[in-house]
């Protein structure tokens, strides 16, 4: 029975000693070279919100959670049946101004005329007294009917320009409910995947009231904490790669776009606790937008890793933080 005890430790201690000799190897394998620097994280988008811009009723909503929806595709429909009845009265109030501005404008050439006529025989007049055929009264009279043609004109062109002034707040009138019905059909801003539905149809919101978020997987980075001895000698541009937990065998492209100036703990979501107990940096490592266009359709947010900046421009990436990803990126 000790024989055998002895023997089974024996072999338990050959495999763990096998297992630590493998581990070791295959960690000198992805060790970090000088002038590098890793952190843990996840990768991450920004959140887009299709919300009401006018309180209504949700008509229908087009799109499912983990459905991808591209840039400018309709989502969703808002009641707008008022908004479009109250549109037609504005046109019908526009065209009626209009109406009423070439009523005005045939009155201010009438008017016109009127003037003109009154001055050429005020003129007449004046010449006939200067001769001694005409009187003074007469003069008279036909300078007040000059006086009172051009009264005439002057209120002809100031009805004239307020036939101009509704006609522009009538047609501002109908374009601000053009906007008002056009808005109502909600088109998503970006491409990106439905996360959250959060309204259905026949549902009444407010205005601002959120139909569905998205996540804009056009914005594809990763959050890593380093640091200050590594933060301080990051410059923004500076070349990265992430190994993603799905992908243990392709390193991604990435950039680091972003270097906080004041330090702090690092979130709990940071897996190492080493890295959660110091004061550290926030770096964030952005892929390529060309890169994430390609393969939008298969990015995946929450997804772990480890994110690798260069510290010196001078190293070289080491064999195994190369890819086609990162060769493809660079043509």
């Given at each position: 029975m000790k024989r055998t005890l002895?023997?089974?430790?024996?072999?338990?201690?050959?495999?763990?000693?096998?297992?630590?000799?493998?581990?070791?190897?295959?960690?000198?394998?992805?060790?970090?070279?000088?002038?590098?620097?890793?952190?843990?994280?996840?990768?991450?988008?920004?959140?887009?919100?299709?919300?009401?811009?006018?309180?209504?009723?949700?008509?229908?909503?087009?799109?499912?959670?983990?459905?991808?929806?591209?840039?400018?595709?309709?989502?969703?429909?808002?009641?707008?049946?008022?908004?479009?009845?109250a549109l037609r009265t504005a046109e019908a109030q526009a065209a009626q101004a209009t109406q009423s501005r070439d009523t005005a404008t045939h009155v201010v050439e009438q008017r016109k005329g009127e003037l003109d006529l009154a001055t050429k025989e005020l003129e007449r007049q004046e010449t006939l007294v200067a001769k001694g055929f005409a009187t003074e009264q007469k003069v008279d009279q036909y300078r007040t009917t000059k006086l009172t043609a051009a009264a005439a004109l002057a209120a002809a062109q100031s009805s004239l320009a307020a036939s101009e002034s509704a006609i522009r707040a009538a047609e501002a009138e109908v374009d601000r409910l053009k906007r008002m019905v056009a808005d109502g059909t909600l088109v998503a801003p970006k491409?990106?995947?439905?996360?959250?539905?959060?309204a259905e149809?026949?549902?009444?919101?407010?205005?601002?009231?959120?139909?569905?978020?998205?996540?804009?997987?056009?914005?594809?980075?990763?959050?890593?904490?380093?640091?200050?001895?590594?933060?301080?000698?990051l410059r923004i541009g500076a070349q990265a790669r992430l190994m993603l937990e799905p992908l243990p065998d392709r390193a991604v492209p990435a950039n680091v776009s972003f270097v906080s100036a004041r330090g702090q703990f690092t979130p709990k979501q940071v897996e190492t606790q080493s890295e959660?107990?110091?004061?550290?940096?926030?770096?964030?490592?952005?892929?390529?937008?060309?890169?994430?266009?390609?393969?939008?359709?298969?990015?995946?947010?929450g997804v772990t890793g480890v994110g690798y900046v260069r510290l010196?421009?001078?190293?070289?990436?080491?064999?195994?933080?190369?890819s086609d990803l990162v060769r493809e990126a660079a043509q």
């Open positions: 002895v023997i089974l430790v024996l072999l338990l201690a050959v495999v763990a000693g096998g297992g630590a000799g493998a581990w070791y190897l295959a960690s000198r394998a992805r060790a970090l070279p000088p002038g590098f620097a890793s952190g843990n994280g996840r990768i991450e988008a920004t959140q887009v919100d299709v919300a009401t811009k006018a309180a209504g009723r949700v008509v229908d909503v087009l799109a499912e959670e983990g459905d991808f929806v591209q840039a400018g595709q309709v989502v969703a429909h808002m009641d707008v049946e008022e908004t479009a009845a491409s990106g995947r439905v996360i959250y539905r959060l149809p026949g549902e009444v919101l407010g205005a601002g009231g959120k139909v569905l978020t998205l996540v804009d997987l056009s914005d594809v980075y990763m959050t890593i904490f380093l640091p200050a001895s590594q933060a301080g000698t959660r107990d110091r004061m550290m940096f926030r770096v964030k490592l952005r892929v390529p937008r060309v890169l994430v266009e390609k393969y939008l359709e298969h990015v995946k947010t010196d421009p001078n190293a070289q990436w080491p064999a195994w933080l190369e």
